[in-house]
Each structure stands twice: as structure tokens, then as C-alpha cells.
């Protein structure tokens, strides 16, 4: 079948010769690649389209490593994928893609598209600082691969004759774990500054070096981030969470100044040793969780990043002598409200944090049915988990956490023993209080 592109440039890149790594000096096997994925690109193939694998599930399957999302790039239009798959829906405005639905599972197809370089002003909306704002001009596989942002990510699986395609020179920086970009790498990380926490995500995630024309802008560009949405932000620091490399890529963040951008507060009570030690203990753990493939909390995780913000809070609202629990929920507040500035958190899992933060509370009341009531809440455990990591990282929480610890473990009978003996530490008169208090809730 003979494809039109209808904006695809006429211009001598696209007679660049590929460098083509046949299936017999390549380690990619279609035993490694999801089903669904090669129905998606046996049916492209078979219509007369061009149909790879490309960007990162090809990078990780030469790494060896499995990846969880199969992308494809095609010659065909996304009116013309949503003709040939039922099962499929076009979703973007940025970038037009067709999902391709199975079940719960999706496999995304995206157009070749040209490089802005290429096209005219009229056919790409950008800001004046050079971000791509619109980009739905469709070119070659060449146009394609040159608008991709790392080598590494710029290798396609041809199907047709499973052979690996490299315009870029991927291959050679995938054999030397090297993270390089396309092309300029000031304007690259201007047309998208995502591709700045990318870079992180890379190294800390694969082990990478980093090139240094491509490392070189990470110590000075940082402030672009101030121009991407918080609902982006919020996905990309997500996807930091379920990797397995939090704590190599918490340092490469502050490293190259992109964690002050993201947490700028938060980054502020860095200096406290505490702080430091209170996250390493934390993401490290998460590490743990998702190589023994354990789920990840996203609200713990957060909680764990606000906890020093909420510390520093306290503290201010201490002079003012407020009841305790309500200094926690206006030091929560303000904390939680910090953060929503920069990342598009959802509600759901605000409600999460702040009740994870505020039970932090609830672990110094250890009277009557209060540690009964703490057992029984939802977010208990995640609660624990940081109070724990409190007295871990240095707080002076010891005898408590001893005490919950104990507690946690007993059985019922022991639990009723433990109270008890809770109950005789009370001075004589607040312990009237408390008889006083409960007769007169009982009549």
C-alpha cells in the first residue's frame, strides 16, 4: 500500500541510510514481547503499513530488562488505525495517538511525525521559550526518529523481518549504558522540559552515564519546570515511584537542582540531617517493595516527603499554643497546600496523605479505646510505617514506638495488660478527670 503523507518535508534527511541490526546480532525475542502487542503489530503489517516497536520497550529488552509498556510507531494516520482496530479509541490534542484496548491493558500507536525543524511556524504551536505546545505533523520513520530525546530511545523493532532499525546510533550507546540527546541539547530540553526529569529518571532507573554535551544544561536549566503544567509534573514524578530507583534518582534530582524546582519548600528543610535520612530510609524501602514485587503507596511516599515540611511548621506554630491537634491539621494545611502548587495531586490521594500525616498524632494518645480506634483505621499501616521511620531517622520517639511496637504485636489479652499498665503512669488527678469524664458520658 502506497501511504500518503500529506506534511511530511522534502528534505535530504530522509535519505539517511539506517544502520540495520538483524535478528541473529540482536538479543530482542518475540517470546519477550506482550501478545497483544504483536496482534497490534501483525495486523498493521499485514494492511500494508510499517509497524515497529520503539522508544523505551526496545531499550529495556536490549538492556534485559521486561518492560511494562509496549509503544508502536507507524506510517499510518490515526484515523486510519482507528479504522483497521475496533477495539480503539484516539485520544490528545498535543500529540494525536490511537489506544488500541485490551481488557484493562492498552497499547498506544503513534504516527511518525517530523521533526518542528521541518515544518512550517503555522503547522506548530510553541511559547516564546522555544516548548512545543502542539505537534501533529506526521513525516517519515528518519523525521521520526530524529524527533525522539535520548539515542537510546530512538531505536524501532521492524517487525517485517524482526530486525532492530538505528538512525541515531542508539545501538552503540545502548552497548555503552551512555544517555545522550538528539540533537542540540539546550534547545531539546526548551521544546520539552520534562526531558530534564527524564534524564534523571534514565540514569537512576538503568545505571547510565550521561554524555556530557547532554549533562551539561541539567545544572542550569532547571527553572524551565516553573513552565510545565502540574498535572505533567505530577505524572513524571510518579513514574519515579514505581521503578524500583527512588533513592538513586532522589540524589540525581537534587543534584541537578530539579528537586527545589519540585518540592521547593520541602527542599528547604534539607538541611536538617534528620530530613535527609528520614527520605533515604523511606525510598530505599520503597526500592525494596517493588523488587520483591510489593504494590507502592504514592501517599506514603508523599507523606514521607512532607513529613520535614510538616516538622517545620510546628515548630512555628508552637509560640502560639494551640491545642496540639489542631497545630498538626494547620501544619498539615500548609504543608499539603504547599506542595498541590507545583504537583496536580488528586483529591483522593490528599485525603490519603493528610489523614497518614495527622494520625502521626493519634501514636501519643495511648489511653482508653484511642489505640483500639488507631488499629481500626484505613491508613493505619502506611501511618505506622512512618512513625517508625521517624524514631529511625533520629527523632526522639523511642519509648513510643517501643511501646506501639509491643502493642501491635500482642494478642487481645495482652493488649488489655498494656493499657492498664498505661493507665497507672497517669497522675492521680487526671485520672479522676478521666473516671470523672466517663461517668458522665455514660449517664
Keep these: 500500500m502506497v501511504k500518503r503523507f500529506k506534511n511530511a518535508p522534502n528534505t535530504g534527511k530522509n535519505s539517511i541510510q539506517p544502520k540495520i541490526i538483524p535478528r541473529a546480532e540482536h538479543t530482542i525475542s518475540r517470546d519477550h514481547i506482550h501478545r497483544n502487542a504483536l496482534k497490534v503489530l501483525y495486523r498493521l503489517h499485514n494492511a500494508g503499513f510499517s509497524a515497529f516497536l520503539v522508544g523505551g520497550c526496545v531499550r529495556d529488552l536490549l538492556l534485559n530488562h521486561q518492560p511494562k509498556d509496549f509503544d508502536i510507531a507507524t506510517d499510518a494516520h490515526p484515523d486510519e488505525v482507528r479504522k483497521l482496530f475496533k477495539n480503539s479509541r484516539l485520544i490528545g490534542k498535543r500529540f494525536r495517538l490511537a489506544h488500541i484496548v485490551f481488557g484493562k491493558e492498552i497499547v498506544e500507536v503513534a504516527t511518525f511525525r517530523t521533526h518542528h525543524e521541518n515544518i512550517s511556524q503555522e503547522d506548530i504551536a510553541k511559547t516564546h521559550q522555544g516548548m512545543i505546545m502542539r505537534d501533529n505533523v506526521y513525516g517519515t520513520i528518519v523525521d521520526d526518529a530524529s524527533r525522539r530525546d535520548f539515542t537510546i530511545n530512538g531505536l524501532y523493532y521492524n517487525i517485517a523481518d524482526f530486525s532492530v532499525v538505528d538512525y541515531v546510533n542508539g545501538m552503540q550507546d545502548i552497548s ?37 554535551e547532554t549533562e551539561a544544561p541539567l545544572l542550569t536549566l532547571s527553572h524551565l ?66 523488587k520483591d514485587s510489593k504494590t507502592v503507596s504514592p501517599a506514603f511516599i508523599f507523606s514521607v516527603l512532607l513529613w520535614p515540611l510538616v516538622t517545620k ?38 485525603v490519603s496523605i493528610r489523614e497518614i500525616c495527622l494520625l502521626q498524632f493519634r501514636f501519643t494518645q495511648r489511653f482508653g479505646t ?55 503512669t497517669i497522675p492521680n488527678n487526671k485520672r479522676k478527670k478521666r473516671k470523672k469524664k466517663k461517668t458522665e458520658q455514660v449517664q
Excluded at 544517555?179 to 547510565?208: Q, S, W
Excluded at 540524589?251 to 534539607?270: D, Q, S, T
Aim: aromatic letters at 10%; proline letters at 7%; glycine letters at 4%.
Design 225 to 290: 519546570l516553573g513552565k510545565v503544567s502540574p498535572a505533567r509534573l505530577y505524572l513524571e514524578v510518579m513514574k519515579f515511584f514505581q521503578e524500583g530507583a527512588t533513592l538513586p534518582t532522589f540524589h540525581l534530582l537534587r543534584k541537578y537542582h530539579l528537586f527545589a524546582e519540585l518540592f521547593p519548600a520541602i527542599n528547604e528543610c534539607l538541611t536538617q540531617p534528620e530530613a535527609i535520612q528520614l527520605i533515604e530510609n523511606a525510598l530505599a524501602e520503597t526500592d525494596k517493595r517493588v
Design 313 to 350: 511548621n510546628l515548630e512555628k506554630l508552637r509560640p502560639k499554643k494551640m491545642p496540639l491537634y489542631v497545630a498538626y491539621e494547620n501544619a498539615i494545611h500548609h504543608a499539603v497546600k504547599d506542595k498541590t502548587e507545583r504537583l496536580a495531586i488528586p483529591r483522593l490521594l490528599l
Design 370 to 424: 484511642r489505640p483500639y480506634r488507631l488499629l481500626g483505621h484505613p491508613r493505619f499501616r502506611a501511618a505506622y510505617d512512618l512513625f517508625l521511620l521517624r524514631q529511625q531517622s533520629g527523632e526522639p520517639l523511642l519509648e513510643l514506638t517501643t511501646w506501639w511496637q509491643r502493642f501491635y504485636e500482642a494478642t487481645e489479652d495482652e493488649r488489655v495488660t498494656i493499657l492498664k499498665e498505661v493507665e497507672k
Design 176 to 212: 555503552t549504558r551512555t544517555l545522550r540527546i538528539i540533537g542540540d541539547p539546550v534547545t531539546r530540553y526548551h521544546e520539552d522540559p520534562v526531558r530534564l526529569l527524564r534524564a534523571v529518571r534514565f540514569m537512576g532507573k538503568l545505571n547510565l552515564n550521561i554524555s556530557p
